[in-house]
T-cell receptor, first 114, second 113 residues
């Protein structure tokens, strides 16, 4: 079966712009979560969606937002980009969320802010 | 908040040698995942442990969760260059109603042929 698909794979944006990243989960999976990975902070949780509802949000400013559509596909948006937003953004899909069902990660979107 | 500490931060071993990576949690674990990551790529699932004292193996990799469910170890037997990468442990908090993984900083493994 198809894995978790993240698009685009690479992005270069200018400070102050906004960006939208997309994640298509494994078919049938209803939970999608997003993580930011940087060399300094490691992997940090952004938010989790289940059946179009945000159930958890990490400690990130309001510039970071997301949504989930009825087909479980999810998007995250970062407005007013800062240099520090440069990171690998990973999404994870799960049948429910964790436990025995586990999380499957996509290949990530590498965002560079210049 | 929960914190996971991994040790060592990096490891360089000769091909064929055994090695162990440790992951210690500041709180009791509901579940613990091990993932492997090649630089700049996604995470590859290795194993998930839930019960105290649980041990799982896949090919040459064995993961254990201690009885108190606060420490886990990942052991690789007879390492190969294909084992090189970053190993990450992640705490599953879904049992506490928090649908997120908390990760350690990772252990970078290099295997010299």
């Amino acid at each position: 079966k198809a894995g978790v698909t993240q698009t685009p794979r690479y992005l270069i944006k200018t400070r102050g712009q906004q960006v939208t990243l997309s994640c298509s989960p494994i078919s049938g999976h209803r939970s999608v979560s997003w993580y930011q990975q940087t060399p300094g902070q490691g992997l940090q949780f952004l938010f989790e969606y289940f059946s179009e509802t945000q159930r958890n949000k990490g400690n990130f400013p309001g510039r970071f937002s997301g949504r989930q559509f009825s087909n479980s596909r999810s998007e995250m948006n970062v407005s007013t980009l800062e240099l520090g937003d440069s990171a690998l953004y990973l999404c994870a899909s799960s049948l429910v969320a964790g436990g025995n069902y586990g999380y499957t990660f996509g290949s990530g979107t590498r965002l560079t802010v210049v | 908040s929960q914190e996971l500490e991994q040790s060592p931060q990096s490891l360089i071993v000769q091909e064929g040698k055994n090695l162990t990576i440790n992951c210690t949690s500041s709180k009791t674990l509901y579940g613990l995942y091990w993932y492997k990551q090649k630089y700049g790529e996604g995470l590859i699932f290795l194993m998930m442990l839930q019960k105290g004292g649980e041990e799982k193996s896949h090919e040459k990799i064995t993961a254990k969760l201690d009885e108190k469910k606060q420490q886990s170890s990942l052991h690789i037997t007879a390492s190969q260059p294909s084992h090189a990468g970053i190993y990450l442990c992640g705490a599953d908090n879904s049992g506490a109603g928090s649908y997120q993984l908390t990760f350690g900083k990772g252990t970078k493994l290099s295997v010299i042929p």
